[in-house]
């Protein structure tokens, strides 16, 4: 997968060479190329941004870096990449859409600073590509760089050969499956005793059904209490009877 980054803060990128990221880049898994707006911006300040039309507070970034970088990036690959354009007010970032970005051969990602990016710029690319306006959250960030680091590890991770062990992310929580409407329960590993605390007896004991129940039933539960709106939106036909029992 190709990964094109445009960003008035490259070093804001840096932890794309770190871990899992960062081993799928020297792997060969994702092609990731960070580009500086300001390279794009010719006046003497390099200015990337000015005052809103109609006025208020904060400045806007201007269309013209914008339409250098990405014309000169559309040009420089094969077929159409999906834009992403981080925003706070976009749609939510998901598992889903994990998934989704996860299946695209070329991804184009412009973090904004400032009160965001002239909207003809969306308008201009939107007429001639597949975009995005994404947000991770409802709050607000000083600008888009955290949420590509965000999506980035969340599509990277997802890529055939990225992850150690192909089933680990089949269980995460949000992942399609059975387990889909759930969050994950809680995990162990050794030793059987710390600090005074064991270990559920059930995980020792070799019963893989009474395991899978033991499983759902703490994903069920931790559900309930962090994220009842998660059950309420979900199909009733996803929960048996033990679940409704909890
Ligand atoms: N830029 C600033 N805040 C953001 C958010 N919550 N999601 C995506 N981009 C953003």
Known sequence: MRLDIVTIFPE?????????VGKARARGQLDVRIHDLRDCAHDKHNTVDDTPYGGGPGMV???????????????????E????????SG???????AVELSAKPWLVFTPARYEGIDRRVI???GDRVD???????DYVLAGGEAPVLVMVEAVARLLPGVLGNAASHQDDSFAPGAM???LEGPVYTKPPEWRG??????????HHGKIARWRRDEAFRRTDRNRPDLIERADPAAFDKHDRAI
């Open 81 to 88: 990449p999906v834009i992403v354009v981080p925003t706070p």
């Open 180 to 182: 889909a409407d759930l």
């Open 123 to 125: 308008e201009e690319y």
């Open 61 to 79: 970034m201007k269309p013209e870096p914008w339409g250098e970088a990405l014309d000169g990036i559309l040009a420089s690959g094969e077929g």
């Open 12 to 20: 804001y990128l840096e932890p794309l060479n770190v871990s899992l």
């Open 197 to 206: 605390r064991g270990i559920p007896e059930v995980l020792l004991s070799g």
């Open 131 to 137: 975009v995005r306006e994404v947000s991770i959250g």
């Open 91 to 97: 749609v939510p970032f998901t598992q889903q859409l």
